[in-house]
């Protein structure tokens, strides 16, 4: 299950762990739900260094434009608590695992 961001926990979680990816999403985007279900097998593979977030779009239009979001699914990968890269689109576990480990390497 990803973590819902608001202001108070956006900062912390970023920096709770060396890889979080936020997925950008919106009600009733069936891409959305099937790029949530590819990241939640991303992370129950992972040795628990990796979170994952959401952002609602529409409750967070402000993050939205500061973080240039045009489509979603759109996910940030934060590594070390700074922006590294984004992915749009749906992907499967397979390809994020490789975005992953291209970003950080």
Not at 42 to 48: C, G, N, P
Not at 56 to 75: C, G, H, R, Y
């Amino acid at each position: 299950m990803p973590i819902t961001l608001n202001e108070e926990n956006f900062y912390e979680t970023i920096q709770s762990a060396p890889i979080v990816l936020v997925q950008f999403t919106s009600d009733f985007c069936g891409t959305c739900q099937a790029m949530a279900h590819s990241l939640e097998q991303v992370r129950e593979a992972s040795d628990e260094s990796i979170i994952i977030a959401e952002v609602k779009t529409i409750d967070n239009p402000d993050w939205a434009e500061a973080f240039t979001i045009q489509s979603t699914p759109t996910v940030l990968l934060f590594y070390k608590g700074k922006y590294t890269n984004r992915l749009s689109g749906v992907h499967t576990q397979s390809a994020v695992n490789k975005w992953i480990r291209e970003v950080v390497a």
